[in-house]
């Protein structure tokens, strides 16, 4: 489904205290402002990651995002007869597209076609 769908509470975690470190040297060496292209990509593959990590722990009501495998968990949710779910996950898929897009777009690359759409 999602780029991130498998992240561990862990890696997140540790993502995150290691973006707040970098902005703090970056303050400290007074390129911070300097570093704003920088910081708005890792910011959105952080958001990324965010996202997915709380939609499926919180909204989805899985207990990790390891607790399933990836694959697993997705055919379970696809199957799901809820639509509130359903829906969910289309919107995930649909966040995760758009922002991959801004991301190529900033980059100045093409937008790859996913076959993950619906």
Known sequence: MGKYDDISPERLRSDLVGF???????????RVLHSAAQLQKLLGELRQKLFAFEIRSSHLNLETP?????????????GDADPVVRDSLRVVREALRRTEEML??????????SDDDE
């Open 20 to 30: 707040a470190r970098h902005v703090l040297r970056l303050e400290e060496e007074g």
């Open 104 to 113: 190529q777009e900033w980059q100045g690359t093409e937008p790859e076609d």
């Open 66 to 78: 390891r607790s399933r495998s990836g694959d697993a968990a997705s055919a379970a949710m696809e």
